[in-house]
T-cell receptor
Framework: KAGVTQTPRYLIKTRGQQVTLSCSPI?????VSWYQQTPGQGLQFLFE???????NKGNFPGRFSGRQFSNSRSEMNVSTLELGDSALYLC????????????FGQGTRLTVV | AQSVTQPDIHITVSEGASLELRCNYS??????LFWYVQSPGQGLQLLLK??????LVQGIKGFEAEFKRSQSSFNLRKPSVHWSDAAEYFC?????????????FGTGTLLAVQP
């Protein structure tokens, strides 16, 4: 069974640009959550999707958005990139809306220059 | 507000020595509790989890953790550390009964293992 796949693994973007990150959950999993990891703030919850609907959102500006498709794949978008958006973005896949386990992908390392 | 505290930012132990990583949580009810491990540049791997029942839970790689309600703690232990255990460890809490998979993480403990 394939794990959680995040693409791309690494990205370098310039301030002001926008970026789209992709996450393919484990087959059959319907819930996808996104986290931002930085040395200063640690692991912070961005948002959660289930059945193509955003169910929960963390305390991030509106520049951060996401969506989920009918096949449960999810994308997150960051517009007008700032230097502080440099981070490891992790996607977590869960079977149902309330699950006992979340499986994480290897993350996308975003560097904003 | 829900929160997780990992008091130790960095710990160094000798290979073969025992290990205990501390985790305290603040939550209104009995939460789901998790320990994850992260190797450099990698994602998070679940070591073990607690939902209810036996307060001593066994995980992968020889790790165990004990839930102590009176102390709001969920400390991770391993009797004999291997060099391959060097990594960062995160304690996390999830809502119990809430319709969400959101996790709140502690700040992590970086474990170094010396020969």
């Amino acid at each position: 069974k394939a794990g959680v796949t995040q693409t791309p693994r690494y990205l370098i973007k310039t301030r002001g640009q926008q970026v789209t990150l992709s996450c393919s959950p484990i087959s059959g999993h319907r819930s996808v959550s996104w986290y931002q990891q930085t040395p200063g703030q640690g692991l912070q919850f961005l948002f959660e999707y289930f059945s193509e609907t955003q169910r929960n959102k963390g305390n991030f500006p509106g520049r951060f958005s996401g969506r989920q498709f009918s096949n449960s794949r999810s994308e997150m978008n960051v517009s007008t990139l700032e230097l502080g958006d440099s981070a490891l973005y992790l996607c977590a896949s869960s079977l149902t809306r309330v699950s006992t386990e979340a499986f994480f992908g290897q993350g996308t390392r975003l560097t904003v220059v | 507000a829900q929160s997780v505290t990992q008091p130790d930012i960095h710990i160094t132990v000798s290979e073969g020595a025992s290990l205990e990583l501390r985790c305290n949580y603040s939550y209104g009810a009995t939460p789901y509790l998790f320990w994850y491990v992260q190797s450099p540049g990698q994602g998070l791997q679940l070591l073990l989890k607690y939902f209810s029942g036996d307060t001593l839970v066994q995980g992968i790689k020889g790790f165990e953790a004990e839930f102590k309600r009176s102390q709001s703690s969920f400390n991770l232990r391993k009797p004999s550390v291997h060099w391959s255990d060097a990594a960062e460890y995160f304690c996390a809490v999830g809502p119990y009964g809430g319709a969400t998979n959101k996790l709140i993480f502690g700040t992590g403990t970086l474990l170094a293992v010396q020969p």
